[in-house]
């Protein structure tokens, strides 16, 4: 007797669930693209992972990740594959955000281009954690709804733990090397994990830029051999001071900034300002040529100002959020308060 052949058929889904698993996905897909773009355009630091002795750096690997997530959850909304996927990608978001905000710090997943903004607040910490929790328990729910049975759920939510210990142990693993590099620095320059100004003998150290540690980057980059010239000839001459601008080419703050510096470096040294140099690096090349890591340098530009042989002012996302400001606008707030007393410009100009 020939055996029927049986059709398996998926049950359509109930009244009213296309419509919340596309509600759903559009709240989704608008954090999803408000996260990539911060990623994209500014992110919040050079997130890196070492493998075989090379760094991988990722951030704007999950930012591009991200927008193919969007366009692939508008068109596959219907599906219950695709929110399979969404309890997956989140679970593991949500366990590298929270071990973040279980040690005190942001993870940085919206960078830093929401500064300033009426969504500021989406950088808080803890924000991006709670987000993914609720994405996570918003497609448990429309599975449950969508058909699969309790033991079903369970085992989705099995899942979800064992991917969010997963996302926890990224986390850590970034987080220890991030330390590494701050621990590395501390060890060359001799200093403790701190604001003090001490040495291990008790004597005072000189201060310079007001809340620069020495373990800064910046303090880092100018006690290299290349830039004991720069040191020097600071020394020598106190009323000249060098503007020294760090910058990542893959940072909109910093390309926008970078023409008016580089106009105004060929400027002054076309005229031979006796008061201002300026002077360009990469953070990349300075990772290359000195080992000061990339991921060191807070965000965007750091604008270092010497002067008398030292730091004088540091400029940067820590130390003066918000505030970069260009050679000509250094020149005329030192002027006005001071800081240089030679008669400028002189009188036969």
Not at 77 to 86: D, I, K, P, S
Not at 228 to 250: E, Q, R
Request: proline share 5%; net charge negative.
């Amino acid at each position: 007797m020939a055996s029927e052949a049986k059709t398996v058929r998926i049950k359509p889904a109930p009244a009213g669930w296309n419509l919340a698993a596309l509600l759903v996905a559009l709240v989704i897909c608008a954090v999803l693209g408000i996260a990539a773009y911060s990623k994209i355009v500014d992110p919040s630091k050079a997130k890196f992972i070492e493998i075989g002795g090379s760094e991988l750096r990722y951030e704007r690997f999950i930012g591009i990740f991200e927008v193919l997530v969007i366009l692939a959850l508008l068109a596959g909304h219907r599906l219950r594959l695709a929110w399979l996927g969404v309890v997956a990608m989140f679970a593991l978001f949500s366990g590298y955000a929270g071990y973040y905000f279980a040690t005190g710090n942001s993870c940085g997943c919206f960078g830093t281009a929401l500064d300033g903004t009426p969504l500021e607040w989406m950088t808080i910490k803890g924000v991006s954690v709670a987000f993914d929790v609720v994405f996570v328990v918003a497609a448990l729910a429309l599975l449950g709804w969508r058909g699969f049975g309790a033991k079903m759920i369970q085992g989705f939510v099995g899942l979800a733990l064992i991917l969010s210990a997963a996302g926890a142990g990224l986390g850590a693993l970034e987080y220890k090397q991030y330390r590494s590099v701050v621990d590395g620095a501390q060890e060359v320059l001799g200093v403790p994990d701190d604001d003090s100004e001490g040495t291990e003998d008790g004597a005072e150290r000189p201060a310079i830029a007001p809340g620069l540690r020495v373990a800064h980057p910046a303090s880092a980059l100018l006690r290299q051999v290349a830039y004991a010239d720069l040191i020097a000839s600071s020394a020598d001459n106190p009323d000249k001071m060098w503007y020294v601008f760090v910058y990542d080419p893959d940072c909109s703050e910093c390309m926008e900034m970078k023409p008016v510096v580089d106009m105004l470096k060929e400027q002054y040294e076309a005229e031979d300002n006796p008061y201002m140099e300026v002077l360009s690096v990469t953070k990349q090349d300075a990772q290359d040529a000195f080992g000061i890591d990339f991921w060191a340098w807070e965000s965007g530009a750091t604008i270092i100002i010497v002067q008398g042989g030292d730091i004088l002012r540091v400029n940067d996302e820590r130390l003066t959020p918000g505030n970069k400001p260009t050679p000509d606008m250094v020149m005329e707030d030192f002027f006005s308060a001071g800081a240089i007393e030679s008669n400028w410009p002189p009188a036969s100009e």
